[in-house]
Structures are given as C-alpha cells and as structure tokens.
C-alpha cells in the first residue's frame, strides 16, 4: 500500500525556517518524482516543487524559488522541503506526493503556520 | 502561467442528480487535466487523469470529457459521500496549476 507521511510543520515567526519531511512506503520511491503541493488561503492549492529520481531535474514555483530547496533520500526513502525566510502567505498545508503532474498519492499534509 | 478558470463555485444538489461542473484553460492543454475530489481535513484524491481517465477504484458515475482549453466533469446519480470539493489541475505547462475549486453539497 502506497503511503507518505509528512512531518515538520508547525508555528514560525516571520523571516524563520522550516524543515518539512515526507517519508514514503509500498512502492520503489527511488524511481520516482516526488512532488511537493501546499494549499493555503489566499492562493488555494499550488505546485511550487518537485524532484526527479536522480535529483537531476527540480522545479520551483516562483513564489518559493530562492527560499526553498528540495532534496531527497533514496535510501531512506524521503524527500525533504527546506524553507528559509517564510512569510506569512506561506501559511498552509504542505502535501508531497508521488509523481509529477498527475499524482494518484499524497500524504496526509502537515501544517505550517507563519505568524509573529 | 495558464490559469484555470473554474465554474460554479458552488452547487447543490439532490441525490440521484447530474452534477456537472466546468473548467476553462487559459491557453491549450491537450488534455492534461485532472480532476481531483477532497473532503475535510483530506488530501485531494485522485479521480481522473489525461482529462478522461478514469483513475481505479473510481465509481464509474464519474466521467471527465473535452479537449484544448474546455473540459468538463460529471457525476451521473449523485451519491451523499460525494459531498466534496473539486479541483481541476492542469499538467501541460510549468507550473502546473488547479482551479478554485467547487464546493459541492447536497439539497
């Protein structure tokens, strides 16, 4: 059974840091994209990022490009999002899921609250 | 970035019903759509890829349908789980981009 797990959300102050982790199970994740979509507020659901398998192919949104980074571990089957200087439009639930563009599996999604 | 418009933002229905609701692309997507269904407090699901593609374990009441920016999805026999909210997604174009969503319930 496909499954991911997010964790590392939580409450940050303007201008902190986040480490969010995915870690997923019941398929071969290391030949896979792992993709990474937050729905917030003001903006709904948005793609800002995803991996290729080997890490040699990585998209950010331009709202997080330059804030975020994403990285994965294939022998621990995770992927990560770092994210520097959050604002509080960042304000949301961060899912990753498998895949790129269609994505049949998501995780639970973890809560991330940007607020002074 | 292509925009993806959308309608109607909300709808009632009464079980039984067909439930149609739209989405209009900015530019041409050559059927790289999805359809997804979330419910409180859940991840989106899945429904159907490639605009028509129906995902498995997917009731078959649901269809999607159209072509270049204009596509259509359907319930046919409206069932009370299907209480929900809809998204489009389009995956032709960097960055991939959802419509607002429709908020469906039931009359």
């Known amino acids: 059974q496909v499954q991911m797990v997010e964790s590392g959300g939580g409450l940050v102050k303007p201008g902190g840091s986040l480490r969010l982790s995915c870690v997923a199970s019941g398929f071969a994740f290391s030949g896979y994209y792992m993709s990474w979509i937050r729905q917030t507020p003001g903006k709904g659901l948005e793609y800002i990022s995803y991996i290729s398998s080997r890490e040699d192919d990585i998209f950010y949104a331009d709202s997080v490009k330059g804030r975020f980074t994403i990285s994965r571990d294939n022998a621990e089957n995770s992927v990560f999002l770092q994210m520097n200087s959050l604002t509080v439009e960042d304000t949301g639930v961060y899912f990753c899921?498998?895949?790129?563009?269609?994505?049949?599996?998501w995780g639970q999604g973890t809560l991330v609250t940007v607020s002074s | 970035d292509i925009q993806m418009t959308q309608s109607p933002s909300s709808l009632s229905a009464a079980v039984g019903d067909r439930v149609i609701i739209t989405c209009q692309a900015s530019?041409?997507?050559?059927?790289?759509l999805n359809w997804y269904q979330q419910k409180p407090g859940r991840a989106p699901r899945l429904l159907i890829y490639?605009?028509?593609t129906l995902q498995p374990g997917v009731p078959s009441r649901f269809s999607g349908s159209g072509s270049g920016t204009d596509y259509t999805f359907t319930i046919t026999g409206l069932q009370p789980e299907d209480v929900a909210t809809y998204f489009c997604?389009?995956?032709?174009?960097?960055?991939?981009?959802f419509g607002q969503g429709t908020n469906l319930d039931i009359k």
């Open positions: 997604q389009q995956y032709h174009h960097l960055p991939y981009s």
């Open positions: 530019q041409d997507i050559y059927s790289y």
């Open positions: 899921a498998r895949g790129l563009g269609m994505n049949p599996d």
């Open positions: 490639d605009a028509t």
